[in-house]
């Protein structure tokens, strides 16, 4: 059976300091994946997807870049974080761009 | 570009009553629909879906939600609700073929015992 793993579970970083989160997923090939952040109020917010290595389209101009350096590997990162940065992080994968996503545990990023 | 709206923020509820919780999306194409449910302290899980056919689906834990075309609506609905259905809700949609999977802002249920 598929899974996702994402990690950490929690992190608290300074402002200004690098950031990297990391999902993968267990049983399947080629998956489409996502990137969510999740705020109280407003949703899920889609920050990145994509539907193949090194293909990833960004929904919203801000902070962060995505990667897919292997088919089932998918990774959020800053340069340099800023307070509102901070928010819980989700990862998804769904088999094709027609179905229903699949969500990991989330991470929650504090930035202080 | 499409988007989902939902209409009720927080919702509470007395065990037993009726539960309807609206969702609207704007996208003049074919979509696929979805609601999720997160429990406190747990990850998003599917609760129901719908591609194409009957309008009305049904999902897990008594859930069923009615897919209405004109009215760009896809409303969840429980006869009864109970405690454990505390969680919040979120209607999704997916502009098909390949669209991004985009969702509401969230319905938090609180049912009290």
């Known amino acids: 059976s598929q899974t996702i793993h994402q990690w950490p579970a929690t992190l608290v970083q300074p402002v200004g300091s690098p950031l990297s989160l990391e999902c993968t997923v267990e049983?399947?090939?080629?998956?489409?994946l996502y990137w969510y952040r999740q705020a109280a109020g407003r949703g899920l917010q889609l920050l990145f997807y994509?539907?193949?290595?090194?293909?990833i389209s960004s929904e919203v101009p801000q902070n962060l870049s995505a990667s897919r350096p292997q088919d089932r590997q998918f990774i959020l990162s800053s340069k340099k974080l800023l307070l509102s940065d901070s928010g819980f992080y989700l990862c998804?994968?769904?088999?094709?761009?027609?179905?229903?996503?699949?969500f990991g545990q989330g991470t929650r990023l504090t930035v202080v | 570009a499409q988007s989902v709206s939902q209409h009720n923020h927080h919702v509470i509820l007395s065990e037993a009553a009726s539960l309807e919780l609206g969702c609207n999306y704007s996208?003049?194409?074919?979509?696929?629909l979805f609601w999720y449910v997160q429990y406190p302290g747990q990850h998003l899980q599917l609760l129901l879906k719908?591609?194409?056919?009957?309008?009305l689906v049904k999902g897990i834990k008594g859930f069923e939600a009615e897919f209405i075309k004109s009215k760009f609506s896809f409303n969840l609905r429980k006869p009864s609700v109970q405690w454990s259905d505390t969680a919040e809700y979120f209607c999704?949609?997916?502009?098909?073929?390949?669209?991004?999977?985009?969702f509401g802002q969230g319905t938090e249920l609180s049912v009290k015992p």
């Open positions: 719908y591609f194409s056919g009957d309008p």
């Open positions: 996208y003049g194409g074919t979509v696929n």
């Open positions: 049983g399947t090939s080629n998956p489409n």
């Open positions: 994509s539907v193949g290595i090194g293909q």
């Open positions: 998804a994968w769904s088999p094709d761009r027609d179905t229903e996503a699949f």
């Open positions: 999704a949609v997916n502009a098909a073929p390949g669209g991004k999977l985009i």
